[in-house]
């Protein structure tokens, strides 16, 4: 499932990271276009995820940052602009990694998860604490069920046929994945003021998953001095798939062309 998108000595590169019980598959088309752009583009399946689906409960949020840790440091080996790009779950390890590493060139945090508070998000949401701080959380999940973070009818279909299958994503959602992702995004609001990268936030007005306040939240206490925030107002949750995915790529690459211009000017001013 993961999948990289090259190009003869490129010095830029984009890691995408995918969401939560989902794949490489929601970000493949958004990836492909940045690539067009001129970016190489690599985006791994995560620990838990694609072949290894049955084993997501076991996963911590630790083995979906070491992991995709490793990956930032291999590109930084070969590439002198590595730019951060995420969805959901995987906006929120985006700045997890950020916040440690300050070499990171650039973000993109799509539909950043930080709060489960989106429209589709059961009215009973109050009772979650008591499943998820006990045991309960190792026995409970939630199925998945429309809208499936897909506002545009004909890719909600698709997505529909492809979750009865399990290929591209989990037809159901742990309550230990939710676990995780709320202590990693414990851990990123706790620390959000030390990253200071360039940042794009986007995210929908009409997100069934996470509402703005999580956007907001990112948007108000980050350090960068250069953040951009678009909210978008045709696509639910996975905004990379869904009407609003062409607008996206068209921000996301005037994003990451001016900082590489900002951060190429920087190096010729040192010289």
């Not at 999948?3 to 984009?14: G, L, P, S, T």
């Not at 929601?26 to 689906?53: I, S, T, W």
């Not at 591209?168 to 202590?183: D, G, S």
Request: charged share 25%; with cysteine.
């Amino acid at each position: 499932m993961d999948f990289e998108f090259k190009n003869e000595n490129n010095q830029r590169a984009v890691l995408l990271l995918h969401g939560m019980t989902g794949s490489p598959f929601e970000m493949k088309q958004y990836g492909k276009n940045l690539h067009r752009a001129g970016f190489d583009v690599y985006c791994p399946c995560l620990p838990g995820h694609g072949k290894d689906l049955l084993n997501v409960k076991k996963i911590k949020w630790q083995d979906w940052f070491n992991f995709a840790e490793k990956k930032y440091n291999e590109l930084k080996q070969s590439y002198s602009e590595v730019y951060l790009g995420g969805i959901c779950m995987g906006a929120v390890l985006a700045l997890a990694i950020s916040e440690k590493h300050k070499d990171v060139s650039g973000i993109i945090a799509i539909s950043t998860t930080l709060f489960l508070d989106g429209w589709t998000i059961p009215w009973y949401s109050f009772l979650f604490p008591l499943g998820l701080h006990t045991i309960l959380r190792f026995y409970y999940s939630f199925p998945e069920q429309e809208p499936y973070g897909i506002k545009n009818e004909t890719v909600r279909r698709k997505i529909s046929a492809l979750l009865k299958e399990n290929t591209v994503a989990l037809n159901y959602i742990p309550m230990t994945c939710v676990y995780e992702l709320l202590e990693m995004s414990k851990q990123v609001r706790k620390y959000i003021k030390d990253i200071n990268q360039p940042i794009l936030i986007m995210h929908s007005n009409r997100d069934d998953l996470t509402s703005l306040k999580s956007a907001d939240f990112v948007y108000k206490h980050i350090s960068s001095s250069i953040k951009d925030y678009i909210i978008l107002k045709n696509s639910y949750h996975l905004i990379t798939m869904d009407n609003d995915k062409d607008f996206a790529v068209q921000k996301s690459v005037e994003f990451l062309n001016s900082i590489s211009i900002l951060n190429n000017s920087r190096i010729e001013q040192v010289c």
